[in-house]
């Protein structure tokens, strides 16, 4: 199973409103990443979870807080959105060991700010 | 810092056509390179890796790239396009011990009768 699961695929949220991104993955990977993709834009880096703690935040606003309960799931809670937030997000898992090279990507969730 | 360079932000071929897509690479350390295609509305999917070793990669779908040190390249070609490979492509570089990936600007593939 290569597989990388994002839900929802499709998101539509209000300036004021609190919502969550899920993504899943069961391949034993125990980086996590999210990206943000704006359209006909390559992905940009916003978090990596490294053996399920926060390594790396490239400066992300914190209206975006991600989570990591557990090395199979990585969630992105959301409040207070502005409309430029509206993009593709996306999650991605890489194995740690010697022979994890490339990144997995889920399918992505269409988030749409209002 | 390492970096990638995708020339042509479209690219039009024929079916049946050879397809070349270029990314030149900036790197002070042996470079992991990468290409993944995003068709519309989903993620992107890994189509071939360089790490080391030998210079010409295969990957999936018909795909190939050749590492040149010399020329600083790592270009995408498949002989014959089809018209299912009209997408997004993306050269990436893997940087940083997280192996964070820098990611090219993107070259659009379209693929005409």
């Known amino acids: 199973d290569t597989e990388v699961t994002q839900t929802p695929k499709h998101l539509v949220m209000g300036m004021t409103n609190k919502k969550s991104l899920k993504c899943e993955q069961h391949m034993g990977h125990r980086a996590m990443y999210w990206y943000k993709q704006k359209a006909k834009k390559p992905p940009e880096l916003m978090f990596v979870?490294?053996?399920?703690?926060?390594?790396i935040n490239e400066s992300v606003p914190s209206r975006f807080s991600p989570e990591c309960p557990n090395s199979s799931l990585l969630n992105l809670h959301l409040h207070a959105l502005q409309p430029e937030d509206s993009a593709l997000y996306l999650c991605?898992?890489?194995?740690?060991?010697?022979?994890?090279?490339?990144?997995?990507f889920g399918p992505g969730t269409r988030l749409t700010v209002t | 810092a390492q970096s990638v360079t995708q020339l042509g932000s479209h690219v039009s071929v024929s079916e049946g056509a050879l397809v070349l897509l270029r990314c030149n690479y900036s790197?002070?350390?042996?470079?992991?390179l990468f290409w993944y295609v995003q068709y519309p509305n989903q993620g992107l999917q890994l189509l071939l890796k360089?790490?080391?070793?030998?210079?010409l990669v295969k990957g999936i779908n018909g795909f190939e790239a050749e590492f040149k040190k010399s020329e600083t390249s790592f270009h995408l070609t498949k002989p014959s396009a089809h018209m299912s490979d009209a997408a997004e492509y993306f050269c990436?570089?893997?940087?940083?011990?997280?192996?964070?990936?820098?990611f090219g600007t993107g070259t659009r593939l379209q693929v005409t009768l």
């Open positions: 790197s002070s350390v042996p470079p992991y």
């Open positions: 990436a570089v893997r940087t940083g011990t997280a192996s964070k990936l820098t």
């Open positions: 979870y490294s053996y399920e703690k926060l390594s």
């Open positions: 991605a898992s890489r194995s740690l060991t010697a022979s994890g090279i490339e990144q997995y």
């Open positions: 360089y790490t080391t070793g030998a210079t």
